[in-house]
């Protein structure tokens, strides 16, 4: 089948090609009623003008990037949700690039974005160690972009999180509250600034209360699951605290999995909490107590600044850092019972 | 900072932005000594070739759309990461369309796309009612495309699950084995073949075990998470199954939710199995016992097929139901106690 492209409206209506594009840029250049007879045709004729070429027109793709260290993780799957609501709302495209952690895939996409293939970009930091430079120049390039959760704190663009100090204090004060004083932690290492704060709520809570801290129940995590499975058995089997709290849902899982093998009792010997957005968490053994991020909002939000800024036709983001608040939600992994 | 084009490069080299042009498209009509100089030019200067000209130009995109129900979905979250593998190892960039199951959104997803803003396209039907009209028409456009799990039956081209039927009699079949005489059924209605091919695997398994088929003990499912939160727990109050089989994650999750309302003990009172690719299956409330898919696999495995026919420049995919065998996962959840 042919396909219907501006020409064949053109033949068929006896008028200039220019003429039937002026018609679909809503030009005033052409009457009312020869815009009205082309739009019919048009329609008659299923006619879907070509991304391309009118991108190359208007120097709009439509479409916006988001760049995203991982896709199996309900924080992810949620701000996805909240940023395709927007997206589809405002008729954009939305291309995903998945940096599984890895610095060099995480600049390489930056790279494939400089040339105009998107209008926008929404990113979330991977882990891997290196510099930022590939996001400076990105901004350079004018590419309006907006960062979520793990954002890069020196950029001069909008960056949205949750209150990552406050909620990391929270859920330490929570597990101090239920009677822990050997509460441990686990976080990712790296350049992440939310772990880092994570980490400095928790210390906080424990100084607040006049609790040392133990360096020796402060567990790092990398990307290797079987070395954090063996350094999270050692943290719970031979320092044997009486409370853990994780920064990220991955170690949250690890920890159920190591008490699991250790025939540790949750919250009999241990009492858990940490970062999640696991819908299942009210099944688990036991039931999990969450910090819950707001994810979809996050997303939404993210996409709603960048979108804002595109409608505008501005590369102008605000320089501002947006906070969502996380919701602490008690379950049975932190109950106090009677043992 | 102003962008690095064709014309600049041609300025600078004082040539014309056509032999410029041409030394990208590793044109025979220069020199090879004017190319270098073009090339090395390019590469201090940072030149990015404008994707949209050069698809223009190329008539390819370089990207692939991929169409799905819903992304906070362990199957679909892992199907993504294989697409992405295989996506990102060809230079392909992926777009990413949710329909939210609504038939509406799957419909004008597909008519953004029949104008050529992708090279080919991967698509897991929603369940929303409607015809396939839109999917035909996709086709006669000469848009290479691939459906995976949730498949269009009567399409010509190539369609990859997993063995439905098989997974559906196994799941049966092992809770038969495990002592249960009343087994039900929980599925998604809708015009889903995979929903009523595990159905059918289901009516098969008690068939040939002698079984009688009570419909009362058969419910089907809707987009109403509170209206088959009540029907399914009328059926466990009303029935009294012993036994359930459920062919959706989302609804064996909803059952767990279901008997912790009436206290009904797993797997005790009632065995539960479902399909489900859930990384916390293991520590669930007790453990479930799933029929976890090859998400990965079959992800990997679509975008396989699509990407060798965009190689070879054809549209041309081979008319062809691809399955990739499930595996049964027995833990506590349908485990023979000594109650």
């Given at each position: ?227 954090n499975f063996r350094n999270v058995k050692q943290l719970i089997e031979q320092e044997k605290p009486d409370g853990l709290f994780s920064s990220f849902e ?13 025939n540790i009792v949750i919250p009999d010997q241990l009492k858990l909490i940490g970062f999640s957005n696991l819908e299942t968490a009210a099944l688990l ?55």
């Amino acid at each position: 089948m042919d396909p219907v492209n501006l020409k064949k409206l053109a033949e068929q209506l006896n008028l200039s090609v220019s003429t039937v594009s002026k018609a679909f840029r809503n030009s005033y250049d052409i009457s009312e009623d020869t815009k009205s007879r082309i739009l019919a045709l048009a329609r008659e004729l299923n006619y879907q003008p070509n991304p391309l070429a009118s991108s190359l027109r208007t120097q709009k793709s439509k479409t916006i990037a988001v760049i995203i260290p991982e896709i199996a993780n309900n924080f992810f799957t949620q701000a996805i949700n909240g940023i395709e609501s927007v997206a589809q709302e405002s008729g954009y495209h939305v291309l995903f690039y998945i940096t599984h952690e890895d610095h060099n895939k995480e600049v390489s996409f930056t790279r494939l974005l400089q040339s105009g293939r998107v209008d926008g970009v929404l990113i979330s930091l991977s882990n891997g160690a290196g510099n930022f430079d590939h996001l400076d120049q990105l901004r350079e390039k004018g590419l309006p972009m907006v960062f979520f959760d793990r954002i890069y704190e020196s950029s001069s663009t909008t960056r949205i999180t949750t209150n990552d100090f406050e909620s990391g204090y929270l859920a330490t004060h929570h597990l101090i509250e239920q009677g822990c004083k050997r509460i441990a932690h686990i976080y990712f290492s790296g350049r992440l600034s939310i772990s880092n704060k994570r980490k400095d709520g928790y210390l906080k809570a424990l100084a607040d209360h006049g609790m040392e801290v133990d360096e020796k129940l402060i567990v790092s995590c990398g990307q290797d699951r079987t070395e954090n499975f063996r350094n999270v058995k050692q943290l719970i089997e031979q320092e044997k605290p009486d409370g853990l709290f994780s920064s990220f849902e991955k170690l949250v899982i690890l920890a159920y999995e190591v008490c699991a093998e250790l025939n540790i009792v949750i919250p009999d010997q241990l009492k858990l909490i940490g970062f999640s957005n696991l819908e299942t968490a009210a099944l688990l053994n036991p039931s999990l107590t969450t910090i819950t991020q707001p994810a979809f909002e996050i997303g939404w939000k993210a996409a709603s600044v960048l979108f804002k800024a595109l409608e505008k036709n501005s590369a102008n983001i605000p320089d501002e850092h947006i906070v969502i608040d996380s919701v602490l939600i008690k379950r049975k992994s932190t109950e106090k019972g009677e043992y």
